[in-house]
């Protein structure tokens, strides 16, 4: 088997199809999650603490030199902030998405199957039992 049809083999598979599908989608759901935090949530946040702007919150380690050639030393602690209200709501909704698969997925298993219908000669070995009883 050639290396091309080897790698058609391993790319046509269902798995890899999904997985292709579940990055792309997921990597769509953070851009708007990270525009929801970052022109919602944010300036909502900063106006609630005094007009903070999180996005240009930092500690300065090292002012910038006087000349402009060595920028400043920051610790960029409003894109951590930010940055962590991002994963606690993605993670939030995977666990919401996880819940109603899981959910599903016992109702799926919870639902009796229906018993097998008798075979034939069940079928008549009841008869005959019925028969020896009257």
Request: aromatic share 8%; hydrophobic share 55%; no cysteine.
């Amino acid at each position: 088997m050639s290396m091309a049809s080897e790698f058609k083999a391993f790319v046509m598979r269902g798995n890899v199809v999904d997985l292709a599908v579940g990055v792309i989608i997921g990597a769509a759901f953070g851009a708007i999650v990270t525009s929801l935090v970052g022109d919602v949530f944010m300036p909502i946040i900063g106006q609630i603490t005094s007009g903070i702007d999180y996005s240009k919150a930092a500690y300065v380690l090292k002012e910038a030199s006087a000349d402009g050639k060595t920028p400043a030393v920051l610790i960029a602690y409003g894109k951590f902030i930010q940055a962590t209200i991002n994963f606690v709501i993605v993670a939030f909704v995977i666990f919401l998405i996880v819940k109603a698969m899981n959910a599903a997925k016992k109702k799926e298993e919870a639902a009796p199957a229906a018993p097998p219908e008798p075979s034939a000669q069940e079928k008549l070995l009841m008869e005959i039992r019925d028969l020896l009883k009257k």
